[in-house]
């Protein structure tokens, strides 16, 4: 089996609504969607994503990067020797992670239909055969979030996480909103993705907070550099604090847990571009009685799908999954994800999820 054809195309799918966060408002996500194919009639398929505020990654380069540096380098190669050249290229490249990402993800689609399973058994053992799904809600108004709050409540959502601005004043107020109609064993999340910079101001927060015990843990408080403020946080205040934004590859999974800094990470491929590196850094955090929380960074059906694969092998996952793909206007693939309070993990071979072929 050899790949005879990769095609790659990048492109911007808006949010279904505006989606204001730290960093600003974003009104659209930036995708990369990979095909490959082989001599023998095998096709698989691949998605990544760019967050341009923590990679700079962007749709145009990721194409770019995917079809003029990836693609020649694996072109004509057997599967498995296309793995190696890939690896090799995600330890010495300095981003496009999200190009990275679809083109694994094309060759695992492929080889576990060569298989005939489906691609959580290439990253490990299943544990679990559904998957709790989180909630997210964009940093708006108060009287918009707690209405939102109630409407994912009403759906059925027991988890539910809300994005932090920076003004220590609203993000206290949207906060206890939130919790205030949480159901019953409900938990929330906090994501300030660096907002409140360093301790005092995070402090300041916290110490605002009733019901603390229905917090499932605050994510980046702080700047990225701030690790040792995440711990203090942590200590102090005795909720759990991750870390997304200080976290990307293997090494800073040892790092921070060989140092207790951290009680949790997030796990997304727009970082680490591999879906394989995803499982490993879960079975080193394990290691440190870290739990990890599987993201996916606005990704479509194809991209969501493989997080729910991922989390399928996951010892040591959190409350819940992030897919996220109800907040775009418009989630590819087929057959389509649509989000729910809990999702079963797929079970035919691949991914399970294609692309037509108009897309490329």
């Not at 004509?76 to 890939?86: G, I």
């Not at 964009?138 to 009403?154: C, L, S």
């Not at 550099?225 to 995440?230: A, E, I």
Request: hydrophobic fraction near 40%.
């Amino acid at each position: 089996m050899g790949i005879s054809q990769i095609d790659a195309v990048g492109m911007k799918i808006p949010f279904s609504e505006n989606f204001p966060l730290n960093y600003g408002t974003e009104q659209a996500t930036h995708h990369i969607f990979v095909r490959v194919k082989t001599d023998t009639g095998g096709v698989g398929y691949g998605e990544g994503t760019a967050l341009p505020w923590f990679t700079g990654d962007v749709a145009p380069g990721l194409e770019e990067i995917a079809r003029d540096w990836i693609a020649p380098s694996i072109m004509n190669d057997s599967l498995d020797d296309a793995f190696v050249q890939l690896r090799q290229f995600q330890d010495t490249f300095p981003g496009a992670y999200g190009a990275m990402a679809a083109v694994e993800m094309a060759l695992l689609d492929l080889k576990a239909k060569r298989f005939d399973v489906p691609v959580h058994e290439l990253l490990g053992a299943k544990l679990r055969d559904s998957i709790p799904i989180v909630s997210v809600l964009p940093a708006h108004d108060t009287d918009t979030t707690a209405r939102k709050a109630t409407e994912e409540v009403e759906k059925g959502y027991r988890h539910l996480k809300i994005k932090a601005n920076g003004n220590t004043k609203t993000d206290i107020e949207r906060i206890e909103a939130v919790l205030e109609v949480l159901p019953e064993r409900g938990t929330l999340r906090i994501d300030a993705n660096t907002a409140w910079k360093t301790y005092p101001t995070a402090a300041k927060v916290l110490s605002e907070i009733n019901e603390e015990e229905k917090i499932e843990y605050v994510e980046q408080p702080v700047a990225v550099n701030r690790v040792d403020h995440m711990r203090r946080l942590w200590e102090e205040f005795g909720i759990p604090i991750y870390a997304d934004e200080s976290v990307n590859g293997i090494a800073d999974v040892e790092r921070y847990g060989n140092n207790a800094q951290i009680s949790g990470c997030h796990l997304k491929l727009a970082k680490s571009g591999s879906l394989l590196t995803l499982a490993t850094m879960a079975e080193r955090a394990k290691k440190y009685d870290m739990t990890v929380s599987v993201v996916s960074a606005f990704g479509t059906s194809l991209e969501a799908t493989a997080n729910l694969h991922l989390a399928s092998v996951v010892e040591n996952l959190s409350q819940g999954v992030e897919i996220c793909t109800d907040l775009l206007a418009d989630s590819y693939g087929s057959p389509a994800l649509e989000q729910a309070p809990k999702l079963s993990v797929p079970t035919k071979p691949g991914i399970g999820v294609t692309i037509d072929d108009t897309v490329f």
